[in-house]
């Protein structure tokens, strides 16, 4: 799998995302095996970098990510964890309860990268925030900062307040929307050695029938949702967390980063929409 790497950390171009796996908003016991053979087959294609959150199932995410990374007998440092801290629990105590509360869940004694989940309502909140993370890092119990749907302004105070470099700006960015490369965030992050994950990268209904898409994938022998794949993961700085449910379209979704597009078919895609 080809990674990006800034400031000495390495992530898969493509990772794993966990959003609706053991339920939405609330816990679905019902979807337990459903959700446990994804993870597992992800675990089983080859993915490492696995994107969730403490308000996915309200936490039930985070047990079944942990539990299905140990019952695959892989070690800690094999894996690479992505969780977040949602907005409303940015004050100094909350955040590191917080913390607690997704290591407590994963079962692991560090997270990797942590994330502001979304902007809080107002931007003095990172001030409040932002010793606790420092301190999650100085810890041991972070690896790595960075933030979720944050705009320039933010994004740039982020940057003052953390001590480490900001990793990540995960955002929504794929074919169909670009508001993210209309504010500037993304060439920013590109200049700044700040990933880009995109998220959300083939949730989009215009896909199967777009023709520039079908043609493309049909050159490349591929499906258009691996198209949209690659076209996010040949650029610069991204990286992409996919999600699915489908044995079959988790192994094609991590086989996408090999799919090299020719710089005119990278532009026939970017300009057509
Ligand atoms: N930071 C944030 O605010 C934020 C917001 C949204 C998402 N995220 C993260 O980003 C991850 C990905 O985003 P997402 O889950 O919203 O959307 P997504 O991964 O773009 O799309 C998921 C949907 O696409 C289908 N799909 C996936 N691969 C496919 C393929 N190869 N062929 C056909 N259908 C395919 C899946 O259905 P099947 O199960 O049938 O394959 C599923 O319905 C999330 O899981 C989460 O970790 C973060």
Redesign the pocket.
Known sequence: MKSETVHGVSLPKIGF????IGGENSPDPTIDEASLTALRTALEVGYTHF???ER?AAGHCEELVGRAIRESGKKREDVFITT?VSPEHLSYDDVLKACEGSLRRLKMDYIDLY?I??PPRSISSLDEAFPALNKLVRDGKVKHLGV??FNLKWLKRAQELSETPILTN?I?Y?LPDKSYVANGVIEYCQQNDILVTA?????FRSMRVNRTLNQIAEAHAA?P??IALAWLVMQPRVIT??????PQ?IK??FQAARIKLTDREMSQLADEW
Not at 199 to 203: D, I, L
Not at 241 to 246: D, E, K, L, Q, V
Request: aromatic share 18%; charged share 15%; no cysteine.
């Open positions: 995302g966990t959003w609706s994107d969730t959150a996915y977040k994330l989940h979304w979720s749907n995960q929504p794929r998220y959300s990268p083939v949730k499906t949702f691996q967390i996919p999600m699915s449910f489908n379209h094609e979704n």
